[in-house]
């Protein structure tokens, strides 16, 4: 038994690094469209459905979208208390709220922008 969970936390935390790294290679295009989001609705959570794989140009990715704070109650996986939590307490200066959606559940993730004090400003009083 204690092997199995051994393999289990090993396979949890494997994922988990790879979504970090994806992320990671994605942040700039996140950060915009989070950016976007933030100036025309305010406070909100960038969700990527990873179940989906849509082809434009020739290039493969996921479907995003910007759900404004407002809107969070209209999705059922809005309804975990965490995002929630996490939306109302980000720095929208310098951070972002990432949910993957995932094949039978869902990570919310908080990311943090590394910007010089004036950029900060700027996305705040855009």
């Known amino acids: 038994m204690y092997l ?7 396979s949890f935390h494997l994922e988990r690094a790879r979504e970090i790294a ?12 989070a950016c976007e989001g933030f100036q025309e609705s305010g406070r909100g ?13 020739g ?7 910007f ?12 309804q975990e208390k965490e ?9 929208p200066s310098w951070e972002l709220i ?4 995932k094949k039978d559940s869902g990570r919310v993730y908080r990311l943090g922008v ?8 700027e996305r705040i009083a855009a």
């Not at 994806?22 to 469209?33: I, K, R, S, V, Y």
């Not at 290039?59 to 979208?65: A, D, E």
Request: charged share 25%; proline share 4%; no cysteine.
């Open 4 to 10: 199995m969970i051994e393999r289990e936390n090993q």
């Open 22 to 33: 994806w992320l990671q290679e994605h942040l700039d295009a996140f950060w915009e469209l």
């Open 45 to 57: 959570v960038l969700v990527v459905d990873t179940r989906q794989v849509v082809e434009q140009e």
């Open 59 to 65: 290039t493969k990715s996921h479907p995003l979208m």
């Open 67 to 78: 759900v404004p704070q407002a809107n969070l109650n209209d999705s059922p996986w809005t």
């Open 83 to 91: 995002i929630t939590r996490m939306v109302g307490e980000y720095e």
């Open 98 to 101: 990432a949910v993957l959606l």
């Open 114 to 121: 590394y910007l010089e004090e004036d950029q900060r400003t």
